[in-house]
C-alpha cells in the first residue's frame, strides 16, 4: 500500500490513501466497540440482578452506580425519578409519563450501543468496490504505459498488472473484517437491547403498581359506595 501511494498516479494514491482510512476507521471502532459490548453484556445481567434484590428504589440507584460500568441500566433508573412537574410532560397519568420518559431513556442508550455499526457497514459494503476502482485504473494506467512503450512483453505486463490487483485484495482486506464485526456486533447488540427493554418494562409495571393509592379510609368508602352509614 505504501508504494502504491508513494509510485502511483494521483488517482490510485488516491484510493490507496481511502482504503488505508477506511481500514483505520473500523479497527478503531472494531476495538472499541468489542471492549464495549464485552463490558455491557456483564454489567447489564449483574446491574438488574442488583436491582431486583434491592430494598428500595433509592438503594437500588446507589448499588447499580457500583456495576453499571457504560450507564446502560442506570440511565433508565435515573428517568423514573427526574420527571418534571408542572409542564405537559406531567398531566398525564403516571403510567403515561413512566413510559414517555423510559422510552426516551432506552432510545438513548440504544443509541450508544449502535454507535458505529453504520461505518462498518459502509466499509463493508464500498471497500470491495473502491479497491476495484483502484485496479481498473492501475491496469488502464499499465497498458497506456506498455502501449507507448511499443513493445509488449510478460514482464512488462505482469508487473504492474499484478500492482494494480493489489488493490483489490486491499478492498476485501478492509471490507472483511468490518463485515464480520458488524454481524457479530449486531447480534450482541440485540441481545443487550432485548434485555434492556424488558427491564423497563418491568420497572415501569412496578411503578406503575407503587404509584399513589388510596388510603385505607377511603378504600373502605369506595367499597361501601352509597351505603347508608347506621344509625347511631
Known sequence: MLSLITQG???????????????????????????????????????????????????AQTKVEAFDREKLVLPLITSTTARA????????????????????????????LQYGQI??????????????????????????????????????????????LIMTAAGLAVAIPAVLAYNIFGRNISRIEADLEGFAYDLRELLV???PNPKPAEREREQLGARPEAPL
Do not use: C, N
Open 209 to 211: 403498581a407503587a404509584g
Open 9 to 59: 498516479d494521483t488517482v490510485t494514491a488516491l484510493v490507496a490513501v481511502i482504503l488505508l482510512a477506511m481500514s483505520v476507521a473500523s479497527w478503531v471502532v472494531i476495538l472499541w466497540k468489542a471492549r464495549l459490548l464485552k463490558r455491557a453484556a456483564g454489567d447489564v445481567a449483574r446491574s438488574t440482578a442488583v436491582f431486583w434484590q434491592s430494598v428500595s428504589l433509592e438503594s
Open 119 to 164: 461505518l462498518l457497514a459502509t466499509v463493508g459494503s464500498t471497500a470491495p468496490f473502491v479497491g476495484l476502482l483502484g485496479t481498473v485504473w492501475g491496469i488502464y494506467h499499465a497498458l497506456v504505459g506498455i502501449s507507448a512503450a511499443g513493445q509488449i512483453t510478460i514482464d512488462k505486463v505482469s508487473g504492474p498488472v499484478g500492482e494494480a
Open 85 to 112: 412537574q408542572g409542564t405537559l410532560a406531567a398531566a398525564g397519568d403516571i403510567s403515561w409519563q413512566l413510559t414517555r420518559v423510559l422510552r426516551d431513556a432506552l432510545h438513548a442508550v440504544l443509541y450508544k
